[in-house]
């Protein structure tokens, strides 16, 4: 397909495939935003030349957003999150017909999961992002400053570790779950630990000996 055989069209596709599909994920488009990005990426992978390699690579795609998924709307810090971004960079990648096509479609797939961002700002969040979107509504008049002063309260309480802490994890303290970090080292699940610093509403702890 010409299109993909230029270096702009090939960063246009993948651009746009991402924008809509992370965008569908990240706010609630109706399902258009989903439609659009998968007719954009399966037209990308479909535009390359038929072989084994294309199909694994597509393959290796739906593995990466399957994982974005499930980070968001399960896991909440991050870490499925990102290796899903690396498969999917590279499967455009490794599908491409040339290494500059591979680059441009990199750079295709990250400006447009980073411009996707943009669309929380006029379309409605969906729930599963907000363990991980920065929500600008976390702040004095939404009750943050009481937030605040309840994670405050947790200093020098201890608790035990209900997912493993690598370094971050969840929490609980007097029946609460919380969202924590390791100080030093990765801490095992059901360990005892002591919040040792509250900041905002960052929670670091050291396990307990």
């Known amino acids: 397909m010409m299109i993909l055989e230029s270096y702009m069209g090939v960063l246009i596709i993948t651009f746009l495939a991402m924008f809509f ?23 990308y992978f479909l535009g390359q030349s038929p072989t084994y390699n294309v199909w694994l690579m597509g393959f290796v795609f739906i593995i990466g957003i399957s994982l974005i998924v499930v980070d968001g709307k399960w896991i909440g810090d991050g870490t499925l ?4 971004l690396v498969l999917v960079l590279l499967s455009v990648a490794f599908a491409a017909s040339t290494w500059i096509h591979a680059l441009y479609s990199v750079a295709g797939v990250l400006l447009g999961s980073f411009s996707s ?28 400053n009481s937030l605040n002063e309840t994670y405050q309260d947790l200093l020098n309480q201890t608790g035990e570790t209900i997912t493993v802490l690598r370094p971050s994890g969840t929490i609980r303290v007097n029946g609460e779950e919380y969202s924590a970090i390791s100080k030093s080292k990765w801490v095992e699940k059901g360990k005892k630990v002591k919040v040792v ?11 307990v000996e």
């Not at 599909?21 to 037209?43: A, D, P, Q």
């Open 21 to 43: 599909m992370l965008g569908e994920l990240m706010v609630k488009l109706k399902g258009l935003g989903m439609i659009l990005g998968i007719g954009f990426i399966t037209f």
């Open 81 to 84: 999150g990102v290796i899903g």
């Open 117 to 144: 961002l943009f669309l929380m700002k006029a379309f409605p969040r969906r729930d599963m992002w907000t363990k991980v979107a920065l929500l600008d509504q976390l702040s004095s008049e939404a009750g943050y």
């Open 197 to 207: 610093v509250v900041d905002g509403t960052k929670i670091e702890v050291e396990e």
